[in-house]
């Protein structure tokens, strides 16, 4: 064995990952006691780092579960309300809000995406208008307002980049105005963070935060969700077209780099856990504030290992959260966000 006659600096590319052999090194010493174990625990997990995704029904009073997500059910806006009012006593920083629009006001156009009264932006208005302090993010995408399910407008079978994109932008406004802190689209257009950003800046919205699904792959683990928001069924083929395709990596990097340069504050990789190794990459090379999302499937498969009994679901749970932290992320979009801040407290 050879001892460096000085040692490189933390984090230094020459660092040697460990110095020395046993029995001079025994690494079970440092994890006897569960006081030592915490003294050299490398990353943590608080409630800090959560972004809670909610969905949101006509009505009031209402609250309907999710079949295939087990502990989740959807929301009218005044529990919508109630939800954001524990979020905030949890001391969860921010939350998500989806909707579950009516069949009837799904059309090719998805005009009800830019109703300033539609469920999201009422639901947003009604956080706001109660004082509740935690931070509203909007996805921006046409998914849960188009008749066929798709995140952009469909002509003669082809997804429309360009004209999907003006929607956005006007989607974007509408729900600025409503009161949306964070704007998170999720549609994979190309070109519409620079576009939302610059009519943002024309409205004079210029404190309005993007967090961009800069890398979002075309990924079976959504089926949940759109259940959820009542797109699953509508769906017509796949994403594939739009989304990334699971085998790529190095693209990943490509459309984050274009984001940031358009205007992005921040960066969502979709989904999580499976897509650990793009949190890692995206969060080393450009170190910009980068959420993972531990998506509908992700949430799906826990529950139902744990239902069985063949998972502790706590601990799983927290173990997979933790999970996204070590990888570089700064936060996680997660359902499990209210019982995860109750277990961290
Ligand atoms: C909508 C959207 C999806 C997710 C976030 N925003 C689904 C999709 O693109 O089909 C995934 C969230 C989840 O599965 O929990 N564009």
Known sequence: ????????????????????????????????????????????????????????????????????????ERLSVDLIVEAAREAEGLG??????????????????????????????????????????????????????????????????????????????????????????????????????????????????????????????????YGPFRDAVGSGGLLKGDKRTYQMDPANSDEALREVALDLAEGADMLIVNPGLPYLDIVRRVSETFRVPTFAYQVSGEYAMLMAAADKGWLDADNAILESLLAFKRAGASGVFTYFAPHAAKLLR
């Not at 569960?34 to 780092?49: F, I, K, M, N, P």
Request: glycine residues 6%; charged residues 25%.
């Open 92 to 221: 969860i920083p921010a939350i998500a809000l989806f909707p579950n629009t009516d069949p009837k006001l799904r059309t090719d156009d998805a005009r009800e995406a830019v109703n300033p009264d539609n469920l999201v932006c009422r639901a947003t208005r009604a956080v706001k208008k109660a004082g509740v302090d935690v931070g509203i993010v909007l996805d921006v995408a046409l998914d849960p307002y188009t008749s066929h399910g798709h995140d952009g407008l469909l002509v003669d079978g082809e997804i429309r980049n360009d004209e999907t994109v003006a929607v956005l932008v006007r989607q974007s406004l509408v729900q600025v105005e409503a009161g949306a802190d964070i704007l998170a689209p999720s549609d994979m257009m190309d070109g519409r963070i620079g576009a939302i950003r610059r009519a943002l800046e024309d409205a004079g919205h210029t404190g309005t935060q993007i967090m961009s699904y800069a890398a979002k792959y075309a990924s079976a683990f």
């Open 1 to 72: 064995m050879t001892i460096p006659k000085s040692f490189p600096a933390r984090g230094a590319a020459s660092a040697p990952s460990a110095v020395g052999s046993y029995p001079a090194v025994r690494m079970r010493r440092n994890r006897r006691a569960d006081w030592s174990r915490r003294l050299v625990s490398e990353h943590t997990l608080s409630a800090d780092d959560l972004i809670w995704p909610l969905f949101v029904i006509e009505g009031e009073r209402r609250h309907e579960p999710v079949a295939s997500m087990p502990g989740v």
